[in-house]
Each structure stands twice: as structure tokens, then as C-alpha cells.
């Protein structure tokens, strides 16, 4: 009796450290996504705090019958895609979502957008200013509102009442 005991003693023992190596291991891949997870979490947050934009001029292109909006970006980090930023627009307190022009025939309900310096194409740049051209769709009353919300949820809004000429 005492070498079976031993043999289940030592086949016991066995067990434990596979069960204990089968745990260690699933623990040690949770971990790694959780880190994973936490890491790009504070990625994101610190893009969207030191991501800025404001708007700085608004007017009426008369020629084109378009609104032309001048943004700029203030902050820290790049906003890239610009065709992935949401322009609202409209009569304040009646502003619609406006959808990116991506076939390239500017229709009304669209926007497109002008980089005077950028390097990079469909990156806004630190520092850059780009020309936002809204096409509405239907007559809009002043005030007129714009707010632009850029892909990390950071946004700028305007109000303006006269269209400078």
C-alpha cells in the first residue's frame, strides 16, 4: 500500500502542476489583451486631448452657391482621414449631417474640402487651415451654424449671421 500511494501521490502532484500551467498560461494571454486593450485606450484618449480644431471664417460663395468654411487645426496631433470628419450645417437649431463628396461630382447635401499647404493628401496637418465647401440642398435662413466633428470625436462649431461679402 505504500507504493500506490506514492504513484497517487506523485500522479496528484503531476496533475497540479499541468492544472496550474494550463491557468498561468490562459492568465498571462488575458493579460496580454488587456494590456493590449488599456494601451490603445490611452492612445486614443490622449489623440483626442491634444486634437484641435477651430473654425475661422465663414462667408457665402455667391459664383458657386456653396458656403465656403475655413478651419484650422490648433492642436497637437494630425486628423486624418479628412474625408472621414462629419460637417453639419444649416440654420442654427436646424443643422443637417452633410456626407463627404467621394465621387468627385459636388452635388447638393455634400461637402468637399481644399488643403492650401498640406503635404501629406487627406491629412490635416498641424497648424494647416482648409477651405470647407458645403453645397446645401435647400435654402438656409440665418444664423447659419456649421460644426465639424473630427474622427476622434473632437469637434469646433460657429455661428454666424451675416455672410461677409
Known amino acids: 500500500m505504500g507504493f500506490t500511494s506514492v504513484v497517487v501521490e506523485g ?22 489583451e488587456v494590456k493590449d486593450a488599456f494601451v490603445y485606450s490611452m492612445k486614443a484618449n490622449v489623440a483626442r486631448v491634444k486634437t484641435k480644431i477651430t473654425v475661422v471664417y465663414a462667408t457665402y460663395n455667391d459664383s458657386g452657391g456653396f458656403f465656403v468654411v475655413y478651419a484650422k487645426n490648433v492642436g497637437q496631433y494630425e486628423v486624418s482621414p479628412i474625408s472621414k470628419i462629419d460637417v453639419y ?11 463627404y463628396d467621394f465621387d468627385g461630382i459636388f ?6 474640402y481644399i488643403e492650401f499647404t498640406g503635404k ?43 455672410v461677409p461679402k
Do not use: C, H, Q, R
Not at 13 to 32: N, P, R, W
Not at 89 to 99: D, I, P, R, W
Not at 107 to 112: D, H, I, R
Open 89 to 99: 450645417f444649416g440654420s442654427l437649431g436646424k443643422a443637417v449631417l452633410y456626407s
Open 120 to 162: 501629406k493628401a487627406d491629412i490635416w496637418e498641424i497648424g494647416e487651415t482648409i477651405e470647407i465647401k458645403v453645397y446645401n440642398s435647400t435654402t438656409i435662413d440665418s444664423p447659419y451654424y456649421v460644426k465639424i466633428v473630427l474622427p476622434y470625436g473632437e469637434s469646433a462649431e460657429e455661428t454666424f449671421s451675416e
Open 107 to 112: 452635388s447638393p447635401g455634400e461637402w468637399t
Open 11 to 32: 500522479i496528484l502532484l503531476i496533475s497540479a502542476v499541468v492544472a496550474a500551467s494550463v491557468f498561468a498560461a490562459a492568465f498571462l494571454t488575458k493579460m496580454g
